[in-house]
């Protein structure tokens, strides 16, 4: 199987490119869903010949790889990805002893993230890829603020000012909306994965990143949306 996301052979666009291999469709179209609603154009392939395949046909930005694959393996996609092509790669896999992590690594993969995951934190990983690979040129900014995904920090005037992993994400997630509310629920399943919702667990985190903003005079950066969720300015 294999979804046509705006990315065909010598078609780009103004678009970075990213496809998607995974076997698990659900995942792979979850995955590719909120790639989309970030700006990226993406297709997923859940085979791993018709990947390759796609891959030299293609040469996208970036490809996000799984290792357990119906034909070819990912393992095997990875090393003439990065070594033939020259195409970055993160590989999101369920195998996660370090001698699969140190192997991916080690064939120049640029990150490896292991199953379950959290779709927030692998847009954070996908953009600090594609910062390091010179695709992205600009670290996320908001108004005074500019994000660095690599370190989870948010800096002004160059200096730090203090999120916790948990609130950089949840800042994070804002900014990308550009504007968009986000619901508290949709901030848990982001940020913390969760299928429930507990609002609390929200409205906590969200308190103290405001109170770090408002610290250094950005306390009125993040609007409540009273019974919808959360926006910037």
Known sequence: MSENLKMKPGESGNQTRILVVDDEVGLATEIAVALRAAGYATRVETDGTQALKMIEATKPELVLLDIMLPGLDGISIGRKAIEEHGVPVIFITALDSLENKVEGLNLGADDYVTKPILIGELLLRVRAVLRR???????MRVGDLELLEEDYLAEKDGEDIGLT?????????LVNAKGRVLSKNFLLTQVWGYDAYEPNLVEVHMSSLRKKLSAVAMGELIVTKRGVGYLIK
């Open 165 to 173: 992993k948990t609130e950089f994400r949840l800042l994070a997630e």
């Open 133 to 139: 690979t010179g695709t992205i040129a600009q670290p």
